[in-house]
């Protein structure tokens, strides 16, 4: 592969028409379930346990998953509920007969049916702490065993690896970029701008530090898909502007906007300030990991398909810019809409 990344058109097509075929598969089946439930079970004292349990509400229904506990299990309290914009919050008191929930099976009756995984995080009197994923797969979790900070670890991983790869809208937007960068060595600033901004900003956003609504952010990063796709054109009539000179810096000023959507993925699992900063840096690993893991397959289907050759008319050399430009400004118009309360 030559030093420059500017390819002929039609194998650009061919590979946006694959990408985009595979954005609206992955949009259209996961669409905001992708939210994973809470469960939180901190011991008060021998035998006795808080439970916070809270599910995802989609299209303004709670998500129907039920929390089942094994027949040694009773309520002392509640369960008590209480609504958030996103999700539903129920919290009791239980007590146990036995050693506790030691070798006990807690069910999640109906995950099998949804796409959505549930973070279960445990916090035991002798100060051990367990946190792992529970899969539609296999919907329960077994307490017999301690899992190392290695689970946990990866189970922060994974999520922000996750988050990425079905975060349709910021794949869009790098993939978009790819269009304007010209050279390995642009790319290279290019995206490595994209990754300090949005660290940045997942960081403060993640930590309490700034907080942006998330209508008026959901409808700002689509507009900086909008934004790419006259650049395209530009780069197709071989005319410049300043993004196409310096298209690390406008990579680093939406990375910011971005990176407050990364956000929302480790702030909606909804865990204990304490928790946090080693949650945020494994989930921003993870994130990074799958970004690296999108371009890195993108660059190798363009080495793969450079000896391709298909002859297509020049009129639809433009399609790439138009796709981008019209699901720019389709999520724009639509997130604005739902921001001013009308029905997308």
Known sequence: MSARLHLPMSLWRLLFGVVVAAVAFVSSAVAHEIRPAYLQIDEMAAKRYKVVWRTPMLSGMRLPIVLRFPESVRNVTGPA??????????????????????????????????????????????????????????????FAATRSPLAAARVYFVSGFQHILLGIDHLLFVFGLLFIVRSRWMLVKTITAFTVAHSITLAVATLGKVEIPALPLNAMIALSILFLGPEIVRVWRGQTSFTIRHPWIVSFAFGLLHGFGFASGLTSLGLPQGDIPFALLMFNLGVEAGQLAFVGLILLM???????????????????????????????????????????
């Not at 916090?123 to 946190?131: A, I, N, P, R, W």
């Open 81 to 142: 509920e209480r609504d958030l914009p996103d999700s539903l919050v129920q919290t009791r008191v239980i007590e146990t007969d036995g050693g506790g929930l030691a070798g006990e099976r807690v069910e999640f009756v109906g995950l099998q049916a949804t796409i959505t995984d549930v973070l279960v995080r445990v916090h035991l009197l002798d100060g051990t702490v367990e946190t792992t994923m529970i899969h539609p797969s296999e919907p329960w979790i077994d």
């Open 302 to 344: 363009i080495a793969a398909l450079k000896s391709i050759e298909i002859r297509l008319p020049r009129g639809l050399e433009l399609m790439p810019a138009y796709v981008v430009g019209m699901l720019g400004a389709y999520w724009t118009v639509d997130r604005i809409v739902v921001m001013f309360g009308g029905v997308a």
